[in-house]
Structure formats: C-alpha cells, structure tokens
C-alpha cells in the first residue's frame, strides 16, 4: 500500500525559500522506474505540474519556474524535498506530492500520477 | 492558461450520459502521449480516474470511460450519480516543454 505525506511551513514571507519534504511508504526510491513528483493548486484553480526526481536522481521541472526550485531525495529515509525560492503570494496553493506511476504497452509507456498525498497549503504573506 | 483545454464545466441530470473533452496539440495528445483522468472530490486530493486513455485502476466504476483521437481525448460518465460532482482533470506529457501538464479543469453538475 503506497501512501505519501506532505509536511512543512503553513505561513511564509513573500522572498523567502519554501522547503517542503514528501515522506512516503509501500515503495522504494531506489527501485528501477520509481518517481516522485510535485504539483500544486491555487485556490479556486487548476493543478500546475512542479517537478519530479526519478530513482536515478535524474530530475525534471517545470520550464516556467525551473530557476527557482530544486529538488533531492533521500532513499534511507524515504523522503522527497522540494524547495522553492523567492516565494511570491501568487505561489500561495496547495502542495501534493504523488507517486509516478507508468503503463508500458506496445513499446510506449503512459506516465501518470497514481497515488497522492493529501496536500498541504502554503500561503505566502507577510 | 492551461496547455491542455478543457471546458470550465458540464452538468446532466441523474441517468444520464456526460462527456468532457480534452484538447492538446502536436506537442502532446498530438505527439503519441497518452492522456489520463483525474477526478477531484472538493476539499480532497486528486484520485487517478483513467490512465493509458482508456483503462480504469481497480475500483473505479466501468462507467467512467475514456478515448483519445489525435490532438483530442474525451471522458465519459454514463449513470450520472450525485457523487460524481467534482472537478476532473486530463493530463499528458508535453515533448516541448518536457514535463507533465494538466488541462484547466473541468466541473461536473448534476442537475
């Protein structure tokens, strides 16, 4: 059974660096194929894809906020940091970690979202 | 705005068939990538509803379908429930901007 957490500040000043870690159990980020990504909901809106990091520390993000995050994992812990800097009240959403899933059919594979965490919100304010 | 389009909302009565649509370009939907399905209750996480365009994870009712044609997917939900109220969202993988994206959402009202 895959479950993931997100934790960290409820409340951050607009300038300052987000720090946001995604805990996880029933999966290891060490095993071929595994993922974890970000993604994140203003209120009222729509999802925004953020950044994901594959088992291979291989790492992906989104092309319009790829100067301002960064993200790690630490496989002894099971645990995925995402980081965001020069935070801005329009950055106020919620932040869900999730699993990255895949189906691999006739040689092409579907890449997707399976599992969810709960989301945790983050207002920017000062 | 989002790179994958979807309309702000639809509504059907109980019973009856609803359809949203989802449409991409030539850089996504259009380049081979598989769409798949989110359903948002309010409140709570997104639940994946359909992946691979047309297959439903365990539990998820065979009333939920979906298809894909070229730039374009469409989810369909026959029976509708008053617990199918929520919000849904499709997603791909975008080759130019090599990264995952959502269409803007799409509300369900049943009427």
């Known amino acids: 059974q895959i479950t993931l957490e997100e934790s960290g500040p409820t409340l951050v000043k607009p300038t300052q660096t987000l720090t946001l870690t995604c805990t996880f159990s029933g999966f290891s980020l060490s095993t071929t194929a595994m993922g974890v990504g970000w993604i994140r909901q203003p209120p009222g809106k729509a999802l925004e894809w953020l950044a994901l990091i594959y088992w291979d520390d291989d790492k992906r993000f989104s092309p319009t906020l790829e100067s301002r995050l960064s993200i790690t994992k630490d496989t002894s812990k099971n645990q995925v940091v995402l980081t965001m800097t020069n935070m801005d009240p329009v950055d106020t959403a919620t932040y869900y970690c999730?699993?990255?899933?895949?189906?691999?059919?006739?040689?092409?594979?579907?890449?997707?979202?399976?599992?969810w965490g709960q989301g945790t919100l983050v207002t920017v304010s000062s | 705005q989002s790179v994958l389009t979807q309309p702000p909302s639809v509504s059907g009565a109980p019973g009856q068939r609803v359809t949203i649509s989802c449409t991409g370009s030539s850089s996504n939907l259009g380049a081979g990538y598989d769409v798949n399905w989110y359903r948002q209750l309010p409140g709570t996480a997104p639940k994946l509803l359909i992946y691979g365009n047309n297959n439903r994870p365990s539990g998820v009712p065979d009333r939920f379908s979906g298809s894909k044609s070229g730039t374009s997917a469409s989810l369909a939900i026959t029976g509708l429930q008053a617990e199918d109220e929520a919000d849904y969202y499709c997603q791909s993988y975008d080759s130019s901007l090599s990264g995952w994206v959502f269409g803007g959402g799409t509300k369900v009202t049943v009427l």
């Open positions: 999730a699993h990255r899933g895949q189906y691999c059919y006739d040689a092409t594979c579907s890449l997707f979202f399976d599992y």
